[in-house]
């Protein structure tokens, strides 16, 4: 049986605006998503960050572009594998130095100056 896949774009008004340095926030825009399949139901939600290029429609354009692999019973890491690292590839490629350094710490690549072994390590 092929799973059902629903995006909604929500958005929830805050009870007071959400300000900081960067600047003020009056709403809550989000991502749901529910995936049917026979009497079962689970749910998910995402809010977008703005910071890393991140908004509304381009996350619910990669839930569009993972709905064949989702409908089609992939398991739920190969799925998740395939959307960090198309999060990773994409802050990495941005101007944000912290960033584009913790993605490739996490993908393995030796930054210049980059300290190898753990924190704790006395090399």
Not at 76 to 86: C, F, I, Q, S
């Given at each position: 049986?092929?799973?059902q896949?629903?995006?909604?774009?929500?958005?929830?008004?805050?009870?007071?605006?959400?300000?900081?340095?960067r600047?003020?926030?009056?709403?809550?825009d989000?991502?749901?998503?529910?995936?049917?399949?026979?009497?079962?139901?689970g749910?998910g939600?995402?809010?977008?960050?703005a910071?890393?290029?991140?908004?509304?429609?381009?996350?619910?354009?990669?839930?569009?572009?993972?709905r064949?692999?989702?409908?089609?019973?992939?398991?739920?890491?190969?799925?998740?594998?395939?959307?960090a690292?198309?999060?990773?590839?994409?802050?990495?490629?941005r101007?944000?130095?912290?960033?584009?350094?913790?993605?490739q710490?996490?993908?393995g690549?030796?930054?210049?100056?980059?300290?190898?072994?753990?924190?704790?390590?006395?090399?």
């Amino acid at each position: 049986m092929l799973r059902q896949l629903m995006i909604e774009e929500r958005r929830f008004p805050l009870a007071v605006p959400f300000r900081i340095s960067r600047g003020v926030k009056l709403n809550a825009d989000v991502v749901t998503v529910a995936m049917y399949q026979g009497d079962k139901c689970g749910r998910g939600e995402a809010v977008p960050y703005a910071r890393y290029g991140e908004s509304v429609a381009s996350v619910i354009e990669q839930m569009e572009q993972l709905r064949p692999q989702l409908r089609l019973r992939h398991g739920p890491r190969r799925v998740a594998g395939a959307t960090a690292g198309r999060r990773r590839a994409q802050r990495a490629g941005r101007g944000d130095v912290g960033s584009r350094i913790a993605a490739q710490r996490r993908a393995g690549v030796a930054t210049a100056g980059a300290r190898r072994g753990p924190p704790w390590s006395p090399h």
